[in-house]
């Protein structure tokens, strides 16, 4: 099924969704990676984390007159995350976004939280930086342009696969099953 969303997005929403759903977002998000996670738990956020979409990924980053243009944003491997994500995850945020996947502590706090986790594309930075509209804040910057959270408004943004739902479906674990009986 084709979901369109809104942020910031609210656990009903999250626990609706199934695996293998295609999300497209629209509103704001944040990226933030392994230094950024770590941080927001030692200091707590620098955002409203309720309902915020938090991906995985550094970005290219131009600075302009004007602030800062987004050259080319992907997904980042999700497991650096773990140690952190489910601490995040109670603290609110409404989805995860990343690639690779994410571990069972993470998988085990999606469902608790009825929150689910959307793969993007790796390989797809320039079609993603399509749907950002502008740069809207940075926080963190002494972190390092990639490990800053950027604050990013989008428009569809997307096409992200739910691949870890709020009711403990895993399609990586899924696709590892059908691997093994063969």
Known sequence: MNVKLKTPISSEETSNLRIGDIVYISGTIFTARDSAHKRIIEEGAPLDIEGAVIFHAGPIIKKTDDGYDMVAVGPTTSTRMNPY?????????????????????????????????????????????????????????DLGVPEAIWELEVKDFGPLIVTMDSQGGNLYDEVRKQGNNQ
């Open 85 to 141: 994500e489910p601490e995040v995850i109670n603290m609110g945020a409404g989805l995860i976004v990343g690639k690779g996947g994410m571990d069972e502590e993470t998988a085990k706090a999606l469902k608790n939280n009825k929150k689910a986790y959307l793969s993007a594309v790796g390989g797809c930075a320039a079609l993603y930086v399509k749907s950002i509209l502008k740069i809207n804040n940075v926080n963190w910057l």
